[in-house]
């Protein structure tokens, strides 16, 4: 594959080191000239200065190629969104991937069609809600593409559906029960379970449904 | 009618100056607090600080209420991201964008932005001032 990295902090410095590793063609762009001068000592031609949002640039690193594959790994978001839409709307690139510095930018991605996104702020953060499971409700895995999510819940003796089956609660429009961890023992969530005190429940609903979710399965009214 | 300015330095507070004087409700966005004085003292629009890309700080700014946009902060691609949010998230009918790299310009008014470039308007004009002078000359000789 020909890939491009823009961006060579740690992150793409380090990406370039991988990729080619895995064999493949890669060139990196890098605009601080201190910077390019240690990253040429290890790449030498596959790195070349200059502002990756700018078009000689990438047409110089072979953006009309185009490459398989573009990845903006810049520190800032609005480079990495521009750096992709030209990709993708005036070279034709195929596939793009982009770094999210401030998770708060995520929706701006979103909007502008940048898919996939990597955040690691936002990987850490869904790491510490899961070891520390305050909220109730844990984040497992987002279907962006599906408007999906799938989250976890524990049930403690307080939660108002102990002790009922599955199929007599009332879920939220939008969501459903999979399977109920149960004493290390997995299990599917049919209309019979019924659920008990220390139950991890597992859910699959659509965005914006936990707060229903979580009034169903954890608060006592 | 209502304009949101999004930067406020030299372009930005001019724009923001002379709409408000054109009888525009004007509100400011800069994230620099000092801009404020590039409005002078009698200003009366709003100003807000902040970061344009963040959506607490538009809509503090009433940018569901604007009919205009006009997207001036000191980065191409700052603007360029704003100018998309305002049109794509907002929906405001007119909102146009200062980007002064020609080819990004040209570029996203391909892709439906409406852009400004600075840059083309000085190329253009210094060229044509060379070439009418020489012209000129020619005539005179």
């Known amino acids: 594959m020909y890939i491009v990295i823009a961006g060579g902090g740690k992150v793409g410095a380090n990406l370039t080191r991988s990729v080619l590793d895995l064999g493949h063609e890669v060139t990196l762009i890098e605009q601080r000239h201190d910077r390019f001068g240690l990253l040429e000592e290890e790449f030498e031609h596959r790195v ?23 990845v903006a790994v810049t520190g800032d978001d609005e480079d990495n969104m521009v750096i992709c839409q030209i990709a993708k709307e005036h070279y034709g690139v195929e596939k793009v991937i ?29 790491m510490i809600e899961h070891e520390v499971p305050e ?10 593409k599906e408007n999906l999510e799938i989250v976890e819940v524990q049930l403690d003796a307080d939660s108002p559906c102990v002790g009922k089956q ?3 609660i009332t879920l939220p429009p939008g969501s459903r029960l999979i399977t109920i961890m149960r004493e290390g023992q997995a299990q599917m969530a049919d209309g019979a379970t019924e659920l008990k005190a220390g139950d991890q429940v597992l859910a699959v609903l659509e965005v914006g449904k936990e707060d229903e979710l979580k009034d ?4 006592n009214r | 009618m209502k ?27 800069d994230e620099k607090e000092d801009a404020l004085h590039r409005l002078g003292e009698n200003w009366s629009g709003g ?13 503090q700014a009433r940018i569901e209420d604007a009919d205009a946009v006009v997207v001036a902060t ?18 405001i009918p007119t909102t146009i964008v200062r980007v002064l790299d020609p080819a990004r310009a040209a570029l996203y008014k391909e892709l439906g932005l409406w852009t400004v470039c600075p840059t083309s308007t000085a190329i253009e004009t210094l060229t044509q001032a060379v070439n009418s002078s020489a012209a000129r000359e020619e005539v005179r000789s």
Request: net charge negative; hydrophobic share 45%; aromatic share 4%.
């Open chain 1, 135 to 144: 909220h109730g409700l844990i984040h497992l895995l987002e279907l962006r």
């Open chain 2, 74 to 91: 000191d980065g191409d691609n700052t603007n360029l991201v704003i100018g998309q949010l305002a049109q794509k998230r907002f929906n």
């Open chain 2, 3 to 29: 304009a949101l300015v999004i930067g406020c330095g030299r372009v930005g507070s001019s724009v923001a100056l002379e709409l408000d004087r054109l009888g525009w409700d004007v509100t400011a966005i």
């Open chain 1, 166 to 168: 599955v199929g007599r």
């Open chain 1, 48 to 70: 070349q200065l200059g502002d990756a949002t700018e078009l000689f640039v990438l047409e110089r690193a072979g953006l009309a190629r185009p490459p398989d594959l573009v």
């Open chain 1, 216 to 219: 169903v399965l954890l608060k």
């Open chain 2, 47 to 59: 100003f807000v600080v902040g970061h344009g890309m963040d959506i607490d700080v538009l809509r």
């Open chain 1, 98 to 126: 982009a770094r999210v510095n401030d998770p708060r930018n995520q929706s701006h991605f979103d909007l502008l069609g940048i898919s996939p996104t990597i955040s690691a702020t936002s990987i850490i953060l869904a």
